[in-house]
């Protein structure tokens, strides 16, 4: 899979979230300012696995109805990913 910029940019923006929810910490923020900056990642990254998610099942659906395959077992598992990371 081809992981796009958009995608890279999204993880790296989580990455800053998470450095500065650490930063939080350590200078002992107040607890509710603590919880929506994790929760406002936690949301980042159920939307970055979304994204990752439904470009792979696009991408692989166009490469099995080019080779005439079955595309229903790639939305199951697709489908089971997204459950999964839930």
């Excluded at 980042?44 to 005439?68: F, H, M, P, W, Y």
Aim: glycine share 4%.
């Amino acid at each position: 899979m081809n992981y796009n910029d958009q995608m890279k940019n999204r993880v790296k923006r989580i990455e800053g979230q998470l450095r500065g929810i650490l930063k939080m910490m350590e200078e002992n923020k107040d607890c509710k300012e603590v919880i929506t900056q994790l929760s406002a990642t936690r949301t980042a990254i159920d939307r970055t696995i979304g994204v990752v998610v439904s470009s792979n099942l696009v991408e692989c659906v166009q490469k099995a109805e080019e080779t005439g395959q079955d595309t229903e077992k790639l939305v199951v598992e697709a489908v089971n990913l997204l459950v999964k990371s839930r």
